[in-house]
């Protein structure tokens, strides 16, 4: 076995199998295969070339994963690695007297922590104004305003919510995903491609019409890339917003005791909101300052992985509005590839500083309790609406209390390594 370490995240490892070492690991595979069963023969009773004959695929497989399991243990224990992912299988060759297998293991990087104490950072000082709260109370107002259908012979203009049905066609054929009926589409809101929801402008209920676009060149569909298509469209209902009243009455309804109160209130919302935004700015300030100053790589695999986590949490977040993450490609002219290659700087830089954050906590020795991981359980089941218990029992019936425990372990070590970031720095 050869280990060749190719970059500060990447070692490579090198093996030949032959000779005994290799008959043996054959005999050992072909055990496995004793009862299969093969035209002519009793199981267990079938000689071990026709066994290799008939299920070839199967015994190469067998070994490969035999020899990359074995030698991958003694690499990471020979030369202290600490894997971070999946390996990657680079290439092999099976002969039927030798075998050659090359991989490699993505490992977390060795780094020296750039100065993380005696730093100098700004932090930002906040008035809280009549005019910032006023605003406040504006936008309650505003969101406070109901959808009301206008009357049919009114035409449809901008911020108004139309429900519409709709189908496209792209040379005169209805193309996948181009259909929808009662679907809700704010014009104005950018929703979809081209100038869709400007053509709808000036139309008023019951009207059916085409609507005549172009896909973006670089539409995620390939049979869509660049094309003209047309919509037929017909709108169910046209909704606007009625404006509330600021009284007391809608202070009520918004849960304060009056008008007066609701401005008290709103101030002091602000107020912790604001202290909460600037304490936040402060850290990421911190973080981003030590970040700089160290010289770190971020793994290939963290990275991808990182990108991945990040969709997938905005295909949640699509899910909670009624859409899938096709269906916002459809509508945007995004795609998968694009979204990864847009969200790879960031998750670079979240990487980085995971990196950086356990590695300050492992020099500074900081650790949690498990009385302050159950206390943080308490915190979280609070924020699901659920008592402790009940939500630690739906945890383990899922087989993920490890896992789980271990991420609140893990956030809760590195709150305490921003805490210590931040009292060893000075405010400028």
Known sequence: MAVKKLNETTYEVSVTVEGEKLKHLKDHVLVHFKDAKVDGFRPGHVP??????NFRKEIDGEILNHIISEEYQKAVAENELKPIADIKLEKYEIQSDKVEVVFTIPVLPEFELGQYKGLEVEKENFEVTDEKVNEEIERMRKNASKLKEVPENEEAKNDDVVNINFEGFVDGVAFDGGKAEGYDLTLGSHSFIDTFEEQIIGHKKNDEFDVNVKFPEEYHAENLKGKPALFKVKVNSIKRKEEAELNDD?????????????????RENITKREETRVENEFKNKIIEKIVEATNVEAPKALVDREIEFQINRFAQQL????????????????????MREDSREMAEKSVKTELVLSEISK??????????VDNEFEVMATMYGMDKETMLNEVKKSGNYQRFYDEAKYRLINQKTIDLLVKETKVK
């Open 48 to 53: 071990a070339n026709v066994i290799e004959k």
């Open 250 to 266: 809608l202070a009520k309804e918004l849960g304060f005791d009056s008008l007066d109160d609701m401005k008290a209130k709103t």
């Open 319 to 338: 899910q909670m509005q009624g859409i899938n993450l096709n269906q916002y490609f459809q509508m945007t002219g995004q795609t998968i590839d694009k």
């Open 363 to 372: 020099v500074e020795n900081i650790t949690v309790t498990d009385e302050e």
